[in-house]
């Protein structure tokens, strides 16, 4: 784990100390080796950004393996040896195309990832959620991803479709690591609600 206290620091003094949550998931063998595939060079976090246009949306992407109706928030790995801001604006830009700024660090889950099937049964990871918005003005700006191999498509949802048909979609894969992507959201937009980010009640 390489994203240490010390990199974090300057992040939470410019954007704020976030809600600490901690919680456990189970995922299923083939997802477990998902998981420690990703942790392959020491990896063992996700940076996820709410990113908001000017009319209220959040960008979401569909990998190629997400099944119908199944978008996220975008997400990814910062390198050992890179800046973690830049680090982070590089990850968005390959998943939307956009060049982000980031507006305030919203949450830092500390999940442990666990299965019933194979011999490691337990993960730990720590997804960092940040609220961000578009550099560019122009509040119909396109979403069009850089990293075709690994995004099929990106677009702006409403917060009714993220709270309503696209999180079914989630649940409705019997996925753990969906599953997780659900509570990971639902904290981040309640989150988001309090800071005055995104209008509504949360509800």
Known sequence: MYLTAEKLAPLIARYGQPREVHMSQGVSGPEMEMVLDSRKGGRAHDVTCFILDGEGRVAVIRKHFHPPGVWRAPSGGVRRDEDLEAGIRREMREETGLDICLLRYLLRIDVTFFCEEGSRREQPWVSHVFAARPVSSDPKVALEPEDHEEIAAARWVTKEELQGPIRDALLATGGGLFRY?????????????????????GA
């Open 181 to 201: 992507r659900v509570a990971l959201t639902d904290l981040a937009l309640v989150e988001l609600h309090k800071t005055g980010l995104l209008g509504g009640d």
